[in-house]
């Protein structure tokens, strides 16, 4: 009986991390906002703060961030060739899959966590595949701002 409750608990708990999974890919992907920066403060649109504070996250999406904005602000992309923009463009969206297989988060925080990647999984997919310049501005401008509305 105790077995059964513990496989039980376990495919429960799987199922939720599939379905916030899928609903992260499926909201980034369908969301209007690709690569749309709104108006003059270089914001994605609809992001907002939480009445003017920062939005928290889970340690699972701080350590995430932190891995991609370290390996891709420290670095002097201006200098780079195109496969070289690929091969970080790739490192960033393997950190990104680890980041949405893993996430747990709930709520509003959820929610602006999603406007965000609408358009941040879309330039590090870009740059991924297409290892150029403006998608690695792109790639910064996001990782940039993230520290403005999340913490």
Request: net charge negative; aromatic share 6%.
């Amino acid at each position: 009986m105790k077995k059964l409750t513990i496989i039980i608990i376990a495919l429960t708990t799987l199922t939720m991390l599939v379905n916030c999974s899928d609903d992260h890919v499926k909201k980034a992907e369908s969301h209007d906002t690709h690569h749309k920066m709104a108006g003059q403060d270089d914001r994605p649109s609809g992001l907002v703060l939480n009445d003017g504070k920062k939005w928290k996250m889970d340690e699972h999406t701080r350590i995430s961030f932190v891995k991609m904005a370290d390996s891709f602000l420290n670095t002097d992309h201006a200098s780079m060739e195109t496969t070289e923009l690929k091969s970080v463009g790739g490192e960033l969206q393997t950190e990104l899959n680890v980041l949405v297989k893993g996430c747990t988060m709930t709520g509003e925080a959820h929610d602006q966590l999603h406007v965000y990647l609408a358009g941040y999984m879309p330039a590090v997919k870009t740059l991924s595949q297409n290892g150029d310049m403006e998608s690695a501005k792109q790639v910064k401008q996001y990782l940039e701002i993230y520290d403005d509305y999340m913490e």
